[in-house]
């Protein structure tokens, strides 16, 4: 297997209050990695470090690669996020929202035939403004529109926050379609049981510090638990 995202010895900075300490990690190919962690633990910070948002120190890997230039590189290597928030176009359709991810001009197999298959109610509401739709479907949304940019990576940052136990359970069939399909996931997310359905392993933040990780078995034990106030 590739690596497909890697940080080493990073650190990340908001108008000099540090978030992030010396934090390494990888994420290989295909695989689904669950960032757990209490609120302001550095994991929405660890996200957007790809980007550049904060400050960032270190080194950070995609493909192999460390980036270099602007924000547009990580889409155009293969990593998507799918945002907190959702920050969906209320100016445009359903459609049009989705087919913004085709920016990044990567090829692959995900067509608005693919994205409508994998969420239905969306091509129900195709031609509606895309902030007419409930929140769980936004939230599908988002995620179509990440899908469209054929990530080798695809991240998302609590992507059930907010969302009914039914919804929930679609996005979580989602994610396990789009892992089938060999694209890997680095999962932010509060709902413990939604990492250890999808993913295969967690690492854990505490203070903006790597503290601990493995298989997501392990989240069941007390010391763990303890470890990052779960």
Same mark, same amino acid.
């Given at each position: ?7 080493? %010895? ?9 978030? #992030? ?5 990888? +994420?290989?190919?295909?695989? $689904? ?11 929405? $910070? ?10 960032? !120190? ?5 493909? &192999? ?6 924000? %547009?590189?990580? !889409? ?8 907190? &928030? ?6 445009? !359709?359903?459609?049009?929202? +989705? ?7 990567? %090829?692959?197999?995900? !067509? ?17 403004? &895309? ?9 599908? #949304?988002? +995620? ?15 992507? $059930?926050?907010? #969302? ?13 379609? +789009? ?11 509060? %709902? ?21 990780? &493995?298989?997501?078995?392990? #989240? ?11």
């Amino acid at each position: 297997m590739s690596t497909v995202l890697e940080f080493r %010895h990073v650190s990340a900075s908001y108008a000099g209050a540090r978030i #992030l300490q010396d934090v390494s990690f990888a +994420i290989e190919e295909g695989e $689904t990695v669950g960032l757990v962690g209490r609120n302001g633990a550095g994991k929405s $910070t660890t996200l957007l470090s790809v980007y550049g948002v904060p400050q960032v !120190t270190g080194e950070i890997l995609v493909a &192999g690669k460390p980036l270099r230039g602007g924000a %547009h590189v990580p !889409t155009s290597r293969g990593v998507s996020l799918v945002p907190q &928030g959702k920050r969906i176009f209320s100016n445009l !359709t359903v459609e049009e929202n +989705i087919l913004l991810g085709r920016a990044s001009r990567r %090829h692959g197999s995900w !067509t608005l035939d693919a994205v409508y298959d994998l969420f239905p109610n969306l091509a129900r509401g195709k031609g509606r403004p &895309g902030t007419s739709l409930s929140g769980g479907e936004q939230q599908m #949304l988002a +995620i179509a529109r990440s899908l469209m940019s054929e990530p080798a990576l695809l991240m998302l940052d609590e992507p $059930t926050e907010g #969302l009914a136990p039914v919804i929930i359970d679609a996005i979580v069939e989602a994610l396990m379609e +789009i892992q089938s399909r060999g694209t890997a996931l680095l999962l932010v997310e509060q %709902h413990i049981g939604m990492i250890q359905k999808v993913a295969q392993r967690y690492l854990a933040l505490r203070s903006g510090q790597l503290v601990g990780e &493995g298989a997501v078995s392990q #989240l069941e034990d007390r010391a763990v638990q303890e470890l990052i106030a779960l």
